[in-house]
Each structure stands twice: as C-alpha cells, then as structure tokens.
C-alpha cells in the first residue's frame, strides 16, 4: 500500500461552517504534511506532523488547525473560513521526517468556500 | 522572494524527442533536490531526486543534472511521450529536510 489517501474529494462550505479533512496512510512513515495550492501555484507548505511534534509555517491563519489522532491520520480541521481560502488541499507523508525523501501524495481536496 | 525558479511556465516537445525542464535556486543551503510530476485533479507524484555530493542522477527515460556553481539544475526526459504531459515542479530542501521549497512549475506538453 503506497497510498496516501484524503477525504473528501471535494467539498463546498460556507463561512460559518466547520468542517474536517482527512488524511490516511499505512506506510508507516513518521511524517505527514498538509499543503495547500492555489492555481496555477506551487503547493505552500501549512503543517508537519513528524515524529509526534507538529510544525506550523506562521503565516497560516488560526482558522486552520491540524490534528495528528495517531501516526496515521492527519486531519485538518477547517472553522470560519474566507473564499480566498478556497484551494486544493494537498496531504503528503514521508517515510522519514523531512521532505528530503520521497514524498507520496493524495489526490487532495478540493474545498470552495462560498 | 522566490528561493526555486522554474522560468519556463510552459514547454512544447515533440513525442520521441527531448525535454529539457531548467529549474534553479537561490539559497545555498539546499543540498538535495527533487522533481514532482502532477497531473491534473491528482496530487504530486515523485519522479527523481538528487543530492549535492552528485552532479548527475538517472532512472529510465529521466536524468537529473545538478551544477551547483551555477545553481541550476535541469530534468532531461528523453524519449519523450505524450503521457509525459503535465505540469513538473522543481523541488529543493536542507540536507535534514527542513526549508522544503517547491518551484512555480513548467507545464510540459508532449505533441504526438
């Protein structure tokens, strides 16, 4: 199983809603990542979660919040977003901690914020 | 400021001929370098990776140069296909994997 996998696919919310991505993989790797990409835009590096320590770039608003229940989920907890926050939502993991290995990706989220 | 540039937004190749996708950086500190290819409505897949202690890594039809006095490196695909057809991101991190920074990426189109 090389998979990494990411529900839902899609997803529209409004901005009073809350909502949750997931993130699930059975590789055992010891880290796990949350990107988000924007069009025509590289992926921006949110959260990592290695070894049981959570990273966090700064500028990611606190209506973002990661949660790591065990070493292979990663959810991504989504409260009062904006429209400009809608994006593919990417989640990555690596066998070690560090995107200097191979990285295996989900499909992603497609989130719409209305 | 952009640490990984990838100045090409776009290629076009003929099917059977060579890519050449360019990529360089800016920031010293990285040593190890990697290639995403991704297609549409998919996440990233990863292609060929390359550490600085290397001015050169192969696998199949992808080779990876690195000049590190320059800052540049390049992703040669050759014979290319048109299944090659997507968008490839140029990749760069520290030795300990911190700093992970993608580039903007090349859309490459392979014509049949």
């Known amino acids: 199983d090389t998979e990494v996998t990411q529900t839902p696919k899609h997803l529209v919310m409004g901005m009073t809603n809350k909502k949750s991505l997931k993130c699930e993989q059975h590789m055992g790797h010891r880290a796990m990542y949350w990107y988000k990409q924007k069009a025509k835009k590289p992926p921006e590096l949110m959260f990592v979660y290695s070894y049981e320590k959570l990273s966090i770039n700064e500028s990611v608003p606190s209506r973002f919040s990661p949660e790591c229940p065990n070493s292979s989920l990663l959810n991504l907890h989504l409260h009062a977003l904006q429209p400009e926050d809608s994006a593919l939502y990417l989640c990555a993991s690596s066998r070690e901690g560090g995107m200097n290995t191979e990285a295996f990706f989900g499909q992603g989220t497609r989130l719409t914020v209305v | 400021d952009q640490q990984v540039k990838q100045n090409s937004p776009s290629l076009s190749v003929q099917e059977g001929r060579i890519s050449i996708l360019n990529c360089d950086y800016t920031n010293s500190m990285f040593d190890y370098f990697l290639w995403y290819k991704k297609y549409p409505a998919e996440g990233p897949t990863f292609l060929i990776s390359?550490?600085?202690?290397?001015d050169k890594n192969e696998d199949g039809r992808f080779t990876v140069f690195l000049n590190k006095s320059a800052k540049h490196l390049s992703l040669h695909i050759v014979p290319s296909q048109p299944g090659d057809s997507a968008v490839y991101f140029c990749?760069?991190?520290?030795?300990?994997?911190?700093?992970?920074?993608f580039g903007p990426g090349t859309r490459l189109s392979v014509l049949p």
């Open positions: 990749a760069a991190s520290r030795r300990d994997g911190q700093n992970f920074v």
């Open positions: 390359i550490s600085s202690i290397k």
